[in-house]
């Protein structure tokens, strides 16, 4: 019997066919797709009732082309080492769309975060930490970890703070990781940005009318129709995002208990207020209780994000998938497949790589604020808005017209750090996309956004291998 592809062959594939489409030396693309370092760790943490229990965890990093390397660490019982090479390995390719300087990589703790109390959880974090620290796996100019699935600021701050202590002399401590509480280093933005990043992303895509009158559809965002499968960091945040600032309507919403579908529209803060009063989306007033959460995939939508784990889209239901675009919010949640026949069925996917990079991009930002020591707006904010008030002035004075209070302090707004950040995350996601779609048009449109995205991605990172040479000791 054949082995089952794998998660990292089926990043490999991808690679492969995308390999294909270049003209770079086979020995660079092998090294490009290896994994350079992976470690499985395994320690001991003690329980709330005193038993002792071995953890599994890994660290892999894919790709050390730029240092540091950088991905999330997730918290689930699926975790393995097969799964956290082939996030690595998406986080380089990532990385290298959206031209964040950082090689990929990922971790992985097996464990159920729901099983364990905070104080175990922050136990195994701790520990998790003196062990990548003694393997040299992390810090700020070698590898700096993110959340993931089950993850959040609350970890990350454990982890800081573990890592600060062990490295006393370093001052740049702080960006050992990223996606710390704003109070702990960390950015405002970072906990939204992977939503507003697919926000970003979609509100692009959908503007540019060729490209939506191809698939069927009319160019703008307002009144999409749209369905979130997973509402937590990324899915609740594409997902009010798109309503609130897009004006797309939520039709449906599928989490872990199961799926819900309201055609007329889901209000997601008052769903996730059912969410926490109830315990889960179902029953939510209005709406219908679909029989098996996985049905909510195949609704009637216009747009379906993905935001939960992967291999949602299989070939066990990509034939029954209605929506015309596929925002993979998630890593790696369309099989490649899968992804192939939605394809075929001219679905536009557009890939993880890309649609999910703007949490890795507002890392990076945070990462340059704790190495800057300093907070981004800071220096500049009210020399900015006196130099725009005396523009006011003078216009004012020519013209004999007079601003009105609320004119002055939208048009004299120095930029806060939230504001830069938030800029800098809508221009990557903007330039990135027309990079994809530059390549797979210049390919007559004969290879999907995926293939066409790791194009981008290989081309960056042979183009680093080719300028600064292969390194060898004499
Ligand atoms: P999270 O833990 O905050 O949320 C995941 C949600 O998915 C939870 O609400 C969970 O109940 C739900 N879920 C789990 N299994 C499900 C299933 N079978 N059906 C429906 N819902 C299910 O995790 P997250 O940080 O939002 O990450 C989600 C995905 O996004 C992961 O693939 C992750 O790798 C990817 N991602 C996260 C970030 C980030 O910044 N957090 C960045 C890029 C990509």
Redesign the pocket.
Known sequence: MSRPISFFDQVNRNFDKAAAHTEHPPGILQQIKEINSVIHLTFPIKRDDGSIQVIHAWRAEHSQHKLPTKG?I?YADAVNEDEVMA?AALMTYKCAIVNVPFGGAKGGVKIKAQDYSDAELERITRRFTFELFRKNFIGPSLDVP???????PREMAWIADTYATLAPHDINALGCVT?KPVSEGGISGRVE??GRGVFFGLREVCSIAEDMRGIGLDPGLEGKRVVV????????HAAKFLHEEGGAIIVGA???EGAISKPDGIDVETLMEHRRETGSILDFPGAENLSD?DLGLELDCDILVP????N?ITMANAPRIKAKIVAE?????TSSEASDHLFERGIMVLP?AYI?????TVSYFEWLKNLEHVRFGRMEKRFEEASARQLLTAIEGATGRTFTDREVATYAKGADEIDLVNSGLEETMIESYHGIRDIAHRIDGAVDLRTASMIDAIDKVALAYRDRGIFHVR
């Not at 999910?356 to 890795?360: I, K, W």
């Open positions: 999330g997730r996030l993110a959340p993931d699935f089950a993850t959040g996606a940005a992977t499968q997973g509402l937590g960091n990324v899915g609740y599928v989490e872990y959460r935001a939960a784990l992967e949602a919010a998630a890593n790696g949640p993880d999910n990079a703007g949490g890795v």
